[in-house]
C-alpha cells in the first residue's frame, strides 16, 4: 500500500460545486502539504500543517481551506470551484525531525482536477 | 523574491551518456537543496540532499554539485538509461515552506 494515499485520484465538476479532496499517509510524519502543479508553474504550496493543531496558509491559499482531522489526515477543500483552479493536486508528509526543513518531502500520487 | 530557474526544455541524450541537469537560483542562499524525480502521472520521489557545505554529493548513479557563488545546482547521472527518463525538480527551503523548480524534462534514447 502507498503511504500516501490520495482520493479521488481523477475528478471532473462543475463550476461552482463545493469539492474536497483527501489525504491519508502511513508514514507517522508530523507535517503535511497541499501543492497545485500547473504547466510551465510547477509545484506551488496552498496549505501546510505542522502538526494537528498547526495549520498555515502557503503561496497561494485563496479559495481554499483545509481541515487537520487527525495526524494522518488532511484534506483540501475547494468551497465553490473554478476553471482556474484545474490542476493536478498533490499531497505531501514530511518527518519533523531536527530543524524539521531538510527533511525530505514524501508525496502522494495526485488528484486530477477538472472543472468544467 | 525568491526565483529557482530550471532549463524548461526537454533534454534529449542517447543512452550510456552522462545527462547533465542544471538548477540555477535568485535572491536566495539556501542552506541545503533538494532533487527530485517526477513520472508522468506519479507524485514527485525524493532523491537526494546537498548541504551548502558539501560540494558534491553522489548515489550510486547520481551526482550532484552545489556552488554557493554561481547560486548553481547541477545533477548529474551517468551511464544514463532509458528508465531514467522523467522530469527532474529541485526543490530549496524558502518562504513557505518549499519552492520547487518547473523542472527539467529528461529523455534517454536507447
Known amino acids: 500500500d502507498a503511504d500516501v494515499t490520495q482520493t479521488p485520484r481523477n475528478r471532473i465538476t462543475k463550476t461552482g460545486k463545493r469539492i474536497m479532496l483527501e489525504c491519508s499517509q502511513t508514514?507517522?510524519?508530523?507535517?503535511m502539504y497541499w501543492y497545485r502543479q500547473d504547466p510551465g508553474l510547477g509545484l506551488r504550496l496552498i496549505y501546510y500543517?505542522?502538526?494537528?493543531?498547526?495549520?498555515n496558509k502557503g503561496e497561494i491559499s485563496d479559495g481554499y481551506s483545509v481541515s487537520r482531522q487527525a495526524q494522518a489526515k488532511f484534506s483540501l477543500s475547494l468551497e465553490s470551484a473554478i476553471p482556474n483552479q484545474t490542476a493536478l493536486y498533490f499531497c505531501?508528509?514530511?518527518?519533523?525531525?531536527?530543524?524539521?526543513?531538510?527533511?525530505?518531502?514524501?508525496f502522494g500520487d495526485g488528484t486530477r482536477l477538472s472543472i468544467l | 523574491s525568491q526565483k529557482i530557474e530550471q532549463n524548461s526544455e526537454a533534454l534529449n541524450i542517447q543512452e550510456g551518456k552522462t545527462a547533465t541537469l542544471t538548477c540555477n537560483y535568485t535572491?536566495?542562499?539556501?542552506?541545503?537543496l533538494q532533487w527530485y524525480r517526477q513520472d508522468p502521472g506519479r507524485g514527485p520521489v525524493f532523491l537526494l540532499l546537498?548541504?551548502?557545505?558539501?560540494k558534491e554529493k553522489r548515489k550510486e548513479r547520481l551526482k550532484v554539485t552545489f556552488d554557493t557563488t554561481l547560486k548553481q545546482s547541477l545533477f548529474h547521472i551517468t551511464a544514463s538509461q532509458p528508465a531514467d527518463s522523467a522530469t527532474y525538480l529541485c526543490?530549496?527551503?524558502?518562504?513557505?515552506?518549499?519552492?520547487f523548480g518547473t523542472g527539467t524534462r529528461l529523455k534517454v534514447l536507447a
Open positions: 546537498i548541504r551548502e557545505n558539501e
Open positions: 535572491n536566495y542562499s539556501p542552506a541545503y
Open positions: 508514514k507517522g510524519h508530523d507535517r
Open positions: 505531501a508528509t514530511s518527518d519533523g525531525g531536527g530543524t524539521g526543513g531538510d527533511q525530505p518531502q514524501h
Open positions: 526543490a530549496l527551503p524558502g518562504t513557505y515552506k518549499y519552492i
Open positions: 500543517s505542522f502538526d494537528v493543531k498547526d495549520i
